[in-house]
Each structure stands twice: as C-alpha cells, then as structure tokens.
C-alpha cells in the first residue's frame, strides 16, 4: 500500500513540477519579451530589477549586457551574494539551464544567510525541468524549492518573491502532493501588508478564486487590475478571458476582456490572437478561429498550441488536407509534446482520403 501510495505522489509531483516551469501556463504563445527596465546598466540597479522582476522576461541583447556586468563585478566583490543571486536569475532567463543550477547550488552553500540566494535557488529547482524529467528528479527539485522558499521568508519576513513561489505551489500543487490552496490565500493576505507586496497579493488572491471561488473572482480581478502593472493586468486579463470561454464561451464578459487584452499592446500580438482564436473556438466558429491562429503562426511559427488548435480547426470544417498537414507539421516540430503522437496518427488518417 506504501508503494502504492508513494508511486501516485511521485507522478502528481512530476506532472505539477513540470507545469510550474512558468507562471501561466496556458500563455505558451504570450507576446515577446517588453517588460522590466531594459535601461538599468550599474549592477546594483540590475539586481534590483532582477530581484523586483522576478517573473519577468527580457530581451536576449539586454540579459546578455547584464550577465557579463555581474560577473565583471562578481570578480571585484565575490564575497557579495546579491551577484550570485543576480547571476542565477540572469542564468535562468537566457536558458543557461546547467550554470544556473550549478550556480544555485554553490551559492546556496556559501551564503546560507542570503534570503535572495535561498528564494533563487529554489526557482532553479523548477525553471529547469522540462518534458522527460525523471519522476525522481521532479520529486527532487521540489523537496529542495519548498523549504529554500520558505527559508527565504525566515531571513527576510519581508521578502514578497518567496512568498509568491510557495503560493503558486499551493495553488497548482494537488493535495497529494503537499497543495493547499487555503494557505496561499493565507501568503496572499499577508503579502497585502508588505512593502511592494499588495500587487502580488491581489494577483494571488486572483489566481487562487479562479479555482475556489467563483463569486468571488469578479471581486478579486478589479481590486488585483486596480493596483497590478500593465502586464500583470494583461496576463490576469488574459487568464480570466480563457477561464470564462472554458466556462461558457456566451459570457458577456469575454469581449471586454479580449479588449482589455489587445488595446494593451500597440499591434496585434500572439497573446491577443490566441485569446480571440480560442474564443471562436470554443463557440464552434471554426472558420474565423482558422483565420486568427492563421496570423498567430504568421507571428510565431513556433507557438505550438495555436499550431495544434489550427489543425483540430481545420478539422472540424472538414479540409482533411490543411488539417493533415498542420498535423504533420505539428509533431514534425514538437516531437517532445505529449500531443505529437496522436498528430502523427491523425496526419496518417486524414491524408488517407
């Protein structure tokens, strides 16, 4: 029974520590990297924006620039672990997967009293699993993510990224594995108290009656859009829109969230696409639906669930031909996707006839 038990544990945690790999999970097509200040150049204001941005992305020249300042300044002040903590973000962002971890690790061990280095090392533990991670080693990073987070938060009471890590673990973490979603409520609240902090709390709030409350969510998306920045309101804007069009695709509150979502960027980018694409979608509007995930593509030909969207589309209007080979062309460039088998037999099947 033990076995038993200890074999369901290892495989919720493997499938919950791969999704966490990033803060939304369904924003795989989201908009290219614009946030943060790009312009910080003396590497305390770099770290600063790192330590403040901590679920942010930024453009490769910029984190480029960035990694070579830190270690021009790791080097002059080694004993400094605000620069390792940098570094390991930096490390993380431009995908340098192998010298973050081993980074973390290292630094974890030196500088024991370091709430940013705890808080980042932990974030190694998940930023670097993928597709094929070993149920052991999903098991592994997470015994080793929880307790630097919450090591963090006893070096530093005040430290709102640690907060965050632990809350989005409860949120997405089912209760076989340790998830308790009343208690990032509870991380949430406090986190309204600290300084820089209410932002994150109201986010959390948000994310945490998108599953336990529905009455409530309306409630906590306008108190969270009324103090969050542009991107958070547009991933919560974003979030929001595809919670509803899974929950009836007739909502009156979808269009003006759809808005809301592409009057925040300039031109027309893959996460308003996609949002409007699903939409049509799940209203059976297969044809307009073709027509979006068609300009998503033209934008990104890498985004993989707008590829495999625009197959099951085409599908459905019955154009077996375009249907097989977005199916084709789907497993031919995510081999490593759950989904590129069944995209493969489907390509078979519809170019039979």
Not at 108 to 129: I, M, N
Not at 222 to 247: K, P, S, T, W
């Amino acid at each position: 029974m033990q076995q038993g038990t200890h074999a369901r544990r290892a495989i919720v945690v493997l499938l919950l520590a791969i999704g966490l790999l990033t803060l939304h999970a369904r924003a795989q097509d989201a908009a290219p990297p614009k946030t943060g200040d790009v312009d910080a150049e003396t590497p305390a204001a770099i770290a600063d924006e790192l330590m403040t941005g901590f679920y942010e992305s930024y453009p490769d020249d910029t984190l480029e620039r960035w990694h070579a300042a830190l270690l021009e300044v790791r080097e002059a002040e080694p004993n400094e672990p605000l620069w390792e903590a940098a570094l390991i973000a930096v490390e993380l962002r431009n995908g340098d997967s192998g010298a973050a971890k081993a980074r973390a690790k290292s630094a974890r061990e030196r500088f024991k009293r370091s709430a940013d280095v705890a808080y980042w090392y932990g974030e190694a533990q998940f930023r670097t699993l993928g597709r094929g991670t070993g149920v052991m080693d999903a098991m592994g990073a997470v015994d080793r993510a929880l307790p630097a987070y919450r090591d963090a938060i006893k070096l530093d009471p005040g430290h709102v990224p640690a907060r965050v890590g632990l809350s989005m673990y409860h949120l997405n973490a089912p209760w076989i594995a340790g998830g308790r979603k009343g208690k990032a409520k509870k991380l949430a609240g406090e986190m309204l108290a600290l300084e820089g902090g209410e932002p994150w709390g109201r986010f959390i709030l948000f994310q945490w009656a998108m599953s336990e409350s529905k009455k409530q969510l309306d409630q906590h998306y306008r108190a969270a859009i009324e103090v969050c920045g542009e991107d958070q309101r547009r991933a919560m804007a974003f979030q929001y829109a595809l919670h509803l069009i899974e929950d009836d695709p007739d909502d009156d509150r979808i269009p003006g969230l759809l808005s809301d979502i592409e009057s925040a960027s300039a031109a027309p980018d893959t996460m308003a696409l996609y949002a409007r694409a699903r939409w049509h979608f799940a209203a059976e509007r297969f044809a307009p639906a073709v027509d979006v995930l068609g300009q998503v593509l033209e934008l990104d030909d890498a985004a993989r669930n707008s590829r495999y969207m625009l197959a099951e589309a085409l599908e459905k209007l019955k154009r077996r031909g375009q249907a097989a080979e977005q199916y084709r062309l789907f497993a031919e460039k995510f081999p490593e996707d759950d989904r590129a088998g069944k995209a493969r037999k489907k390509a078979k099947r519809l170019s039979r006839g």
